[in-house]
């Protein structure tokens, strides 16, 4: 399963993207807010600048503001990513405004995501459209009293009919990051808490301790 850093906050991508363990990185406004950026003025180019020198081979910005203007701001993500060596994968939101826009976003060529996924059924759109990746937001689909996992067993079962993969969000823990990966889904986003988590297990870190004590 590919593994991604769930962050817009630099410091969280300079403390773990060196391990190696990520191949990209996943933004969206909300995590730049909480990163106290103000997302309308970020600087793309320099933020792909050093995703690559951190060893990210993608970066995942979505669009924003008027849907009519999607595609030309996707051109602009596509362009930064490319003058930077790190695959631009513009997000899409699941919305109807957004979806109209999608063949003019696609035919630029670039990657594509479909983002805030709630539901198995939007799995047939993402086939449909052939979207490079689908987003459920698996933590806030459990908010709201679904059975997250059983929404996305169909979500994979679906596009495997297609060229889609399914990339697994809002995952709250690393429990749930295993089971995200024994349902066979092809990759999975998740933030600097999960990160921690899964990095830094504490008995790994005692045996490793009791190795060390043994050498005199």
Known sequence: MKLY???ADVADWSAFMPFGLFKGITTNPLL???AGLDYAQIDWSALFALAHRLGARELHAQLYGDPEGYAGWAEKLYAAGNNNGVTAV?????VEPALRQFANIKALGGKTL???CY??????????????????????????GMDAFAHLDQMN???????????????RSACD??????????AATFGAKVAQELV??????????????TIK
């Open 157 to 171: 079962t679906i596009t495997k009919t297609g060229s889609c993969q399914v990339l697994a969000a809002s995952i």
């Open 119 to 144: 539901d198995a059924k939007q799995a047939l759109i993402a086939n449909a459209l052939d979207a490079d990746y689908l987003a459920p937001y698996l933590g806030r689909m459990a908010d709201q």
């Open 200 to 213: 830094f297990d504490q008995s790994s870190i005692k045996a490793w301790k009791d190795f060390e004590a």
């Open 32 to 34: 730049a807010d909480r």
């Open 5 to 7: 850093l769930d962050s």
């Open 90 to 94: 513009v997000k899409v939101p699941l």
């Open 177 to 186: 990051l295993v089971k995200i990966a024994t349902s066979g889904t092809p």
């Open 114 to 116: 479909l983002t805030a």
